[in-house]
């Protein structure tokens, strides 16, 4: 059973840079991990994946290469990266594992789900 644990949220100003890290318990080094994030009153959406050998990553569009994401198999541990934040990055951020090579942008492709972590950015 693979659980999985994000951690490093929190309140920060606009232009500022934040680390996202999620540890998996359980072996994920042949899943596929991505990020998600749900603003509120939104949808959960997904910001970026990577694949198990870590080829990609692929990023939702809107992202501009503000994100950058990568995982270390050995440590068992997705992170994602963001810079220059904006308000409308707020949101609550999850890390997802799913079976298959490649990153899904789909909620429903994936099968494991941390419980999130809070980002809010103020202007």
């Known amino acids: 059973q693979v659980q999985l644990a994000e951690s490093g949220g929190g309140s920060v100003q606009a232009g500022d840079s934040l680390t996202l890290s999620c540890a998996a318990t359980g072996s994920t080094v042949r899943y596929t991990m991505a990020w998600f994030r749900q603003a509120p009153g939104k949808e959960r959406i997904f910001v970026g994946g990577i694949s198990w050998d870590g080829n990609g990553p692929n990023y939702a569009d809107s992202l501009s290469g503000r994100f950058e994401i990568s995982r270390d198999n050995n440590k068992e541990t997705l992170v994602l990266q963001m810079n220059n934040l904006k308000p409308e990055d707020t949101a609550v951020y999850y890390c997802?594992?799913?079976?298959?090579?490649?990153?899904?942008?789909?909620?429903?492709?994936?099968?494991?789900w941390g419980q999130g972590t809070q980002v809010t950015v103020s202007s």
């Open positions: 997802a594992g799913r079976t298959g090579r490649t990153p899904s942008p789909q909620t429903y492709d994936y099968r494991y």
